[in-house]
């Protein structure tokens, strides 16, 4: 699985092209429904057309996927360019994820997971690095900004906070519904945020975040 920006740069448009078709495809019906007949169907091409380009349905699913994960990190990389403090790069990220949940299906992971075990292994592993890695560069720029607690242990907190993202999405305590909802990311967020700020941080945080939500209303 492709993981770096260059990704988008390199992808042919006519890939890019079908690659968003489909993914809008799967997003409306799910993976496993869709055969690469309905794909070519979709498209307007034949299926030959279709297979000179991807050499089965994994392999299709496994470039839309690279796909997304490019594209998450050019959001992840625009928003370390604009060099805001700690907390305005966590709203930010707060509003991205509030974009993308608006338009996620569901089933589209769970399909992953069933029928393409060892990609969704992949998509997991490279999740948990990328998530640990922004969240210690989070936490320790915080803390040197002077709006997270200055005891917190960047180490412990990154794992825990990829620990409890993994273990809600593993567990049956929620549906896949509510994981993905804006309600539950918005309380996981809350919760999260609360337990590193200092005084500084909290004022900061409590006087900027209305605006956020107000703007994704």
């Keep these: 699985m492709v993981s770096n920006l260059g990704y988008l740069c390199s992808m042919d448009k006519k890939i890019q092209y079908i690659l968003e078709r489909v993914t809008d495809l799967y997003q409306r019906y799910g993976i496993k429904s869709v055969t690469m007949d309905d794909v070519a169907h979709h498209l307007g091409i034949s299926k030959k057309t279709l297979y000179e380009h991807f050499r089965n349905k994994e392999d299709l699913v496994e470039k839309i996927t690279s796909l997304e994960h490019a594209r998450q990190k050019k959001h992840l990389s625009g928003i370390l360019r604009k060099k805001l403090n700690a907390i305005e790069e966590l709203l930010e990220v707060y509003k991205i994820i509030n974009s993308m949940v608006r338009k996620y299906n569901p089933s589209m992971e769970y399909d992953i997971r069933k029928y ?85 941080g909290r004022e900061f945080f409590e006087k900027n975040f209305e605006k956020y939500r107000v703007s994704l209303t």
């Design 116 to 200: 393409y075990p060892a990609l969704f292994n992949r998509i997991r592993e490279i999740r948990q690095k990328e998530m640990y890695a922004s969240a210690v560069q989070n936490l320790v720029k915080g803390m040197k900004e002077g709006l997270y607690r200055k005891e917190l242990n960047a180490d412990v907190i990154a794992r825990l906070h990829v620990s409890r993202f993994e273990y809600i999405s593993e567990n049956n305590l929620f549906s896949m519904e509510e994981i993905t909802s804006k309600k539950v990311f918005h309380e996981l967020f809350v919760y999260n945020i609360y337990g590193i700020l200092n005084r500084k």
